[in-house]
């Protein structure tokens, strides 16, 4: 009995150094590649070539320009686009936005604008049919930059980058002036990996990607979000896959309840329209 209470409190003590499972964390396929951090200065380690006064040094290895993640390369989507499970996939990139727009008729897109510091979450559609017909992201406050999804160079980890946000003021527009007000309430958006993954089509196996973590109906503590997307994003593709799930009584995301795959690089390109901005 003496050895039994003994076996007990060791195996209560292992488990306290289990660190337990962010219920989070996106669900892949292969285990996470981790990068090793970037060595350090110092004696038999001179600083990186062109750091010092006036020269800043490169960004370490585990820092992503996540503009180039998110978008298709310019010279492939020059005359391609992605395909897959559902809709097809239109990269255009413009100064200060960029496209992903939905059908080869030139609408209906995801918007997002994008600066030197963040890449935000801007427009989407609302009827499939109707160009007049939109939700955007616009706060009394910060304008049209209220919902930052990422930092523009983000760092990598389990999780990474993280922003949280309290004001996800929208606008849902049925024709370009005719909206009503909505919130999303407190919204955690994180960047996980990278990872490697298998996504079929014709991506190549073991595909390094980061994964967009866009949790939403968050209380004020930013817990309890309702709602998550993921969007998983590789170079030199952008958008590879994307998922919804929403969150259960016990803390955890169900399995996902829409999932839309971005495996195929197809040949053609699309000119966007828009018209009401």
Same mark, same amino acid.
């Given at each position: 009995m003496k050895y039994l209470a003994l076996l007990v409190v060791f195996l209560s003590l292992l488990g306290c150094n289990v660190a337990p499972i962010?219920?989070? $964390?996106p669900a892949v396929q292969n285990p996470p590649q981790v990068?090793?951090?970037?060595? #350090?200065s110092g004696p038999g380690n001179p600083p990186p070539p062109g750091s010092g006064p006036g020269n800043p040094a490169?960004? $370490?290895?585990?820092?992503?320009?996540?503009?180039v993640w998110m978008t298709m390369s310019a010279d492939l989507s020059a005359n391609h686009h992605? /395909?897959?499970? /559902?809709?097809?996939?239109?990269?255009?990139?413009? #100064?200060?936005?960029?496209?992903?727009?939905k059908t080869g008729q030139g609408?209906?897109?995801?918007?997002?604008?994008?600066?030197?510091?963040? %890449?935000?979450? &801007?427009?989407t559609e609302l009827d499939w049919h109707n160009p007049n017909t939109f939700k955007v992201f616009n #706060?009394?406050?910060? &304008?049209?930059?209220?919902?930052?999804?990422?930092?523009?160079? /983000?760092? &990598?980890?389990?999780?990474?980058? #993280? %922003?949280?946000i309290s004001d996800s003021t929208y606008e849902i527009h049925t024709d370009c002036n005719t909206f009503v007000t909505k919130s999303l309430g407190h919204v955690l958006n994180e960047v996980w990996g990278p990872y490697t993954e298998s996504l079929g089509g014709g991506l190549p196996n073991n595909l390094e990607t980061l994964v967009i973590s866009y949790r939403y109906s968050c209380d004020s503590s930013y817990s309890g979000c309702g709602d998550k997307e993921?969007?998983?994003? /590789?170079?030199?593709? &952008?958008?590879?896959?994307?998922?919804?799930?929403?969150?259960?009584?016990d803390g955890t995301y169900a399995a996902p309840d829409n999932v839309t795959y971005f495996n195929q690089v197809v040949a053609g390109q699309t000119q966007v329209l828009t018209t009401c901005f």
């Open positions: 962010n219920p989070a $964390a990068p090793s951090p970037p060595p #350090s490169p960004p $370490a290895a585990d820092t992503y320009d996540m503009l992605m /395909a897959g499970t /559902a809709n097809p996939l239109y990269t255009s990139i413009l #100064s200060d936005r960029f496209f992903w727009t609408f209906p897109w995801d918007i997002q604008l994008y600066d030197d510091k963040y %890449i935000y979450l &801007g427009v #706060s009394s406050t910060l &304008g049209k930059f209220n919902l930052p999804l990422v930092p523009r160079f /983000a760092q &990598g980890g389990f999780p990474g980058s #993280s %922003i949280k993921e969007f998983h994003v /590789a170079k030199p593709y &952008g958008l590879v896959k994307w998922q919804h799930q929403k969150l259960q009584t």
